[in-house]
């Protein structure tokens, strides 16, 4: 599916969801792409990637950016805190905030730099034990947390649960950023972007769709 079909589809369900054009922000996920296929997304002019790895993005995007410094990066897999450093070099947006330690982390190189990514925390809205994400009834706390240490939170991320419905996950995440007055909501992908966009998303985080199968 090409890269026109996506964004073609987001504008059907904006519009189906009564949303204003251009109200989701579509980050094509391109960690395992090989090289040829990125190069063929970014001449149709996209600029908004996502990568699952710290030092996999450094290797792609250093050359590239290079060429295209308008690029804008959001880290959308986990983060190991001794990569925090690179990470929020290198990214605009961390989707994966999901332990204290981590936050504290982020909170000290925001000091230090003066600036830092645009933060997601990373919410498990399946209580699923082999992925990450701080647990929907600990999100409250943990977002206050978050702010004690001026970290810049700009919403919520999940991954529902493969075999599931996402929607009530989708509607899970949707009232936590309600009630702690969050707007962002990064949820959705290739196969149920446009469910997402029905119930709120402002980024959708879109692979294969685009690219095709991974090849790693």
């Known amino acids: 599916m090409s890269l026109a079909e996506i964004t073609a589809r987001i504008a059907r369900a904006e519009a189906a ?28 002019g996209h600029r908004i990637f996502g990568e699952n790895r710290v030092q996999e993005a450094a290797e792609r995007w250093t050359p590239l950016r290079a060429e295209h410094p308008e690029i804008a990066l959001h880290l959308v897999g986990p983060l190991q805190t001794n990569k925090a450093r690179q990470a929020a070099e290198m990214f605009g947006a961390i ?17 230090e730099r003066g600036s830092s990514p645009a933060l997601f925390v990373q919410v498990n809205t399946g209580a699923e034990p082999q992925k990450a994400g701080v647990l929907p009834d600990a999100a409250d706390t943990f977002i206050d947390d978050c702010r004690k240490m001026d970290l810049p939170l700009a919403g919520l991320m999940c991954l529902p649960p493969a075999d599931e419905d996402p929607d009530p996950h989708f ?45 790693g």
């Open 171 to 215: 509607d899970l995440l949707g009232r936590i950023a309600a009630r702690n007055g969050l707007p962002g909501l990064s949820m959705g992908m290739s196969g149920d972007f446009e469910q997402a966009i029905a119930r709120g998303a402002t980024h959708i985080r879109v692979g294969s769709a685009i690219f095709g199968a991974r090849e």
């Open 95 to 111: 989707h994966s905030l999901d332990r204290p330690r981590l936050a504290r982390r982020l909170a000290d190189l925001a000091q």
């Open 17 to 44: 969801a009564g949303r204003a054009p251009g109200s989701v922000t579509l980050i094509a996920v391109s960690k395992v792409q090989p090289e040829a296929r990125v190069r063929a997304v970014l001449a149709q």
